[in-house]
C-alpha cells in the first residue's frame, strides 16, 4: 500500500497521485463509512482508482455501483476500460451490458483503441459477446 519508511523519515505521507478532493473522500470514509460528494461521475472514477490503489473494498464497491448508475452513451467506452484496469466486476459488467444494449446509438468509443494499434483486444471481444448476450436484435 504505502512505503512504511516515507512517513518515518520525512514526518510527512505523501500521495502525489491523489487530489486532495479525492484523499478527503477516502478519509471520509475510513472515519465515517459513508460516500461523500461522488455525485459527480470523474470524482468517483478518480475515488475508484484510488480505493483500488490503497485496497479499500468496500468504497471500491460502492464507486462501482454510483458509476455503474450513471453510465450513458458517452462515458460507458470509457467506464468499461477503467473497470476493466482496476478489476471492478460490477462495473465492468454493468458497461458491458449497457455497450451491448446501446450499440446502435453510442457514438464514442475511443477509449477502447490506441492510436496505430489495438490496446483493449480482450475488451472488445468481450463486448462483441456482451452484443450477443444482451444486444436489441
Same mark, same amino acid.
Given at each position: ?46 475515488? /475508484? +482508482?484510488? #480505493? *483500488? ?5 468496500? &468504497? !471500491?464497491? @460502492?464507486?462501482? %455501483?454510483?458509476? =455503474? $448508475? ?9 467506464? /468499461? +476500460?477503467? #473497470? *476493466? ?5 460490477? &462495473? !465492468?459488467? @454493468?458497461?458491458? %451490458?449497457?455497450? =451491448? $444494449? ?9 477509449? /477502447? ?9 480482450? &475488451? ?14
Amino acid at each position: 500500500m504505502m512505503d512504511s519508511n516515507m512517513e518515518t523519515e520525512t514526518g510527512r505521507c505523501e500521495l502525489p497521485d491523489v487530489s486532495t478532493e479525492t484523499l478527503d473522500t477516502l478519509l471520509h470514509f475510513m472515519y465515517y463509512n459513508c460516500t461523500k460528494d461522488l455525485a459527480s461521475t470523474e470524482h468517483a472514477e478518480d475515488v /475508484l +482508482v484510488a #480505493a *483500488d490503489k490503497y485496497q479499500m473494498n468496500d &468504497l !471500491k464497491e @460502492a464507486c462501482e %455501483r454510483i458509476l =455503474a $448508475v450513471n453510465l450513458d452513451e458517452e462515458n460507458g467506452a470509457e467506464l /468499461l +476500460v477503467l #473497470a *476493466d484496469e482496476v478489476s471492478a466486476k460490477y &462495473l !465492468k459488467n @454493468a458497461a458491458l %451490458r449497457h455497450i =451491448a $444494449v446501446s450499440l446502435p446509438v453510442m457514438e464514442n468509443c475511443s477509449h /477502447l483503441e490506441k492510436t496505430g494499434e489495438t490496446a483493449h483486444m480482450e &475488451l472488445v471481444k468481450e463486448v462483441l459477446t456482451a452484443v450477443g448476450r444482451w444486444g436489441v436484435k
